[in-house]
């Protein structure tokens, strides 16, 4: 039975694809609407995000609304088959607000409050701005919650950043004595003897700063918790007021490339659909293969927020105006780069911007239409021919990516190895190990979620744990049992170290994973950068890998308790010592990685062994050469499998099996498949 979520908006159940659009910078040339809206469907277009930062235009003074404008744009958008994601504009205010109301501009670390400028420039606990928001959202509520053309609200822009003036130091403590009671607990939490930091009333409780604290590492971990936190409910704030004129608008915000400061785990409860910004840097090296897993790994995230499809807000339809150097997209990358967000879940393609604007910092970035004004550029005719392909894939709306495999980070992870002071303060590379872990699986077209300790883990039959080095006991407990019931996992150094509270598991390291993966990691040494040791596998290991792989900055010095080793150190005193390890238990297996590992080589040999061995789902079983990837979506009876050629060369994929269909002209396909440079095939198979 086929099986599919319901297209994002009933009111327009095909592929979303346009962009930002920004009339009210244009309101003074009349003509230049009109030229837009005819240009909009010749590149087949029909869907705008608007208002993103029209505060100004809308509210010209305080109390004085100007909503006319707007109802032309929505009107004649709804006269075309246009539609619009409406947003709220509190991503940037208004100059008379920040003037008369100092306090919705925000106070940096270092508590001096900014100068009206900019955007994203604002106190989100601040009583007036929340209150300026609700007034502007209420009235943009009424006004167009019902309207043709809206198909769901746009809430802000690129929530992120913290503030630190006096109401987000009260909002901190109020959040803390919610979460611990009393002050006691709160000491113990943060370990506050060290240092002689005990508190002894709430109101000696600051955010961390420059010049004041910041070592304390709970007290770091619960302040990002808190400005994570602190923001959703800005976000929600935002939400209620727009939800009483039309709770089925579905409410979205634009969220970027794992995001360091929010926990966007938490705001996916509360959004209805999850959108993000994607901005590779294409074509920095020969081959785009590091950037596309980059990519795809964001991809995955996202999709995994709600396991449901995703929109792509924005995307440039050509370079960038603030990447160190902003390249062209060169020929078939557009194509590529929009299908490879499709292929991992998006069932829409945006783009940041319609419209170059003609002032001001981005008026360099990449649009849809340049300022020469009209259709008659490489860039739209890319576009068009993208709306013409997505306009023919719209079976492929709704499909799920059906995934076996899982990757688990979470945020106060990532926060907590950051802020560590440990072995290795020249650089963890925390991101970068997990980007490793995932392109080794992205590369053999193995469809991958990126989770949480909340998720369920019983989906998956291989899940990665690549430096859980904050992990709850629960956690701990899930992951034994996931392996007890027969999952497969792959945890590396420097996990099970600390707890919730940064506080590090007492009774041997990786502490609530030791019985899992049966070893003790009794020291951990940080290498410098130029330091080099290697991993040796040992004959006949279960694995059946051979050699030896150079290792570098991290090696764990383990004792193999109920495991058995696989490989083991090649140099320095503790050559010979175990190196990766495996443990079987209940039905399962656990590797243990301790070190490591120099480029790709190991990784593609080490996962290829335990997806075959864990019999974890691939796009297309057939091999895929280096920097080309295949990736799955499906209803449960008919395939999409996407073919995307990152590696700069030609490729050729020879097909397997039987039955695959070009997507685009329902041509059968067997046998080879040439894809060029930038290239991406699209083939589908009815399992029936
Ligand atoms: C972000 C913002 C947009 C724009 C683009 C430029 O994604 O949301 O308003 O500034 O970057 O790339
Ligand atoms: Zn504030």
């Not at 994601?85 to 109301?101: D, F, H, I, L, V």
């Not at 590091?290 to 440039?316: C, G, I, V």
């Not at 996962?607 to 920097?627: F, M, T």
């Not at 996407?642 to 070009?662: R, W």
Request: proline share 4%.
């Amino acid at each position: 039975m086929a099986n599919k979520f319901p297209p994002i908006s009933s009111k327009l159940p095909a592929f979303m694809h346009g962009a930002d659009y920004n009339p009210d910078q244009w309101l003074h040339d009349p003509k230049v609407f009109e030229e837009d809206i005819r240009l909009m469907k010749l590149a087949n277009c029909n869907v705008m995000a608007i208002g993103i930062f029209a505060w100004s235009a809308l509210e010209p003074e305080e109390g004085h609304f100007n909503f006319e404008w707007m109802d032309h744009v929505l009107d004649t958008f709804a006269e075309n088959g246009i539609y619009a994601w409406m947003a709220t504009p509190s991503g940037a205010r208004p100059a008379w607000m920040a003037q008369k109301y100092p306090e919705v501009l925000r106070v940096e670390m270092n508590r001096v409050r900014n100068l009206f400028g900019v955007r994203h420039n604002h106190c989100y606990t601040s009583p007036v701005y929340r209150d300026k928001t609700t007034i502007m959202n209420t009235k943009l509520a009424e006004r167009y919650a019902n309207h043709p053309a809206i198909l769901g609200w746009h809430i802000s822009n690129e929530l992120g950043g913290e503030c630190h003036c006096d109401y987000c130091q009260s909002a901190f403590r109020e959040w803390l004595k919610a979460k611990y009671g009393s002050i006691d607990k709160l000491n113990r939490a943060w370990w506050t003897t060290f240092w002689s930091h005990t508190y002894t009333d709430w109101t000696q409780v600051e955010s961390p700063a420059p010049h004041g604290e910041n070592a304390v590492h709970g007290q770091n971990l619960d302040w990002r918790r808190f400005v994570s936190d602190q923001t959703l409910d800005f976000y929600k704030h935002e939400v209620n007021a727009l939800k009483d004129a039309n709770p089925e608008l579905p409410c979205t915000t634009n969220m970027m490339d794992w995001f360091y400061g929010l926990d966007y785990r938490a705001f996916a409860e509360e959004l209805d659909v999850i959108s993000w910004d994607a901005y590779p840097k294409w074509h920095e090296a020969a081959s785009d293969r590091n950037e596309a897993s980059w990519f795809a790994f964001n991809h995955d995230l996202f999709r995994s927020l709600k396991k449901q499809p995703f929109m792509l807000m924005e995307s440039t339809p050509s370079l960038t105006n603030w990447q160190a150097v902003s390249k062209l997209k060169r020929p078939g990358m557009h194509r590529l780069s929009s299908l490879q967000a499709v292929a991992h879940g998006a069932d829409t393609v945006q783009y940041f911007q319609w419209r170059k604007s003609r002032g001001s910092s981005e008026k360099f970035h990449g649009a849809v239409v340049d300022h020469v004004g009209h259709e008659h550029t490489r860039v739209f005719e890319d576009v068009a021919d993208l709306g013409r392909t997505l306009a023919g894939l719209s079976d492929v709306i709704g499909t799920y990516v059906p995934a076996e495999a899982a990757i688990l980070c979470d945020w106060d992870n990532r926060w907590a190895i950051n802020d560590a002071q440990g072995p290795r303060n020249g650089g963890l590379h925390y991101e970068q190990t997990v980007a490793q872990h995932h392109r080794a699986l992205w590369e053999m077209g193995v469809p991958v979620d990126i989770i949480g300790s909340d998720d369920h883990f019983s989906n998956y039959k291989l899940i990665v744990l690549p430096m859980a080095y904050l992990l709850r006991q629960e956690t701990g407990e899930k992951i034994e049992q996931f392996v007890q019931n027969g999952g497969t996992v792959a945890v590396t150094y420097w996990s099970g170290i600390v707890d919730e509270n940064d506080l590090c598991h007492l009774g041997g390291f990786p502490g609530p994973l030791r019985t899992t993966v049966g070893i003790w990691s009794e020291e951990l040494e940080g290498l410098h950068d130029n330091d080099r040791n290697s991993i040796v596998l040992n004959a006949d290991n279960a694995l059946g890998l051979e050699g030896s792989f150079e290792v570098h900055e991290l090696c764990d010095l383990i004792h193999a308790e109920t495991a058995e080793v696989l490989a083991v150190y090649g140099d320095d005193f503790y050559a010979g010592r175990p190196a990766l390890t495996v443990n079987r238990l209940g039905d399962g297996k656990a590797y243990y990685l301790a070190a490591r590992v120099s480029g790709d080589r190991f990784y593609q040999a080490f996962y290829g062994k335990l997806v075959e061995e864990a019999g974890v789902r691939r796009s297309i079983d057939c091999k895929l050469p280096e920097g080309v990837t295949a990736q799955l979506r499906t209803d449960g009876d008919t395939d999409y499998v996407f073919l995307l050629n990152f590696s700069g060369t030609e490729a050729g994929i020879d097909l397997h099996q039987d039955g695959y269909v070009n997507a685009e002209t329902g041509e059968a396909r067997s046998g080879r498949i040439n894809l060029p440079v930038n290239g991406s095939y699209i083939l589908r198979r009815n399992k029936g």
